[in-house]
């Protein structure tokens, strides 16, 4: 994307239930919400529909939860999980 603008959007909105179908952003879209917040990686999809590419997931809370030991661990899995709704 060559876009010098993005957009924050929280990922524990269900757009629909707010009211928003969708709209077509040509920037990436950071979406806190993730993890300790409530959105799980399947919910990437569902929340930010044909946008979804467009997503930077942003977890950080229950994954610096693990602790220093197991934070390598963690980190993997998840990134498996987030790559795996993404279809890679």
Do not use: K
């Amino acid at each position: 994307m060559g876009s010098s603008f993005g957009f924050v959007i929280g990922a524990t909105v269900v757009w629909g239930e707010a009211g928003i179908s969708s709209f077509a952003p040509a920037a990436p879209i950071l979406a806190p919400g993730f993890g300790a917040q409530g959105a799980a990686p399947a919910d990437l999809r569902p929340r930010f529909g044909p946008m979804a590419d467009a997503v930077i997931a942003s977890e950080s809370r229950s994954i610096l939860s693990a602790g220093p030991d197991d934070l390598a661990d963690v980190v993997a899995a998840r990134a498996a999980e987030y790559l795996e709704v993404a279809g890679v």
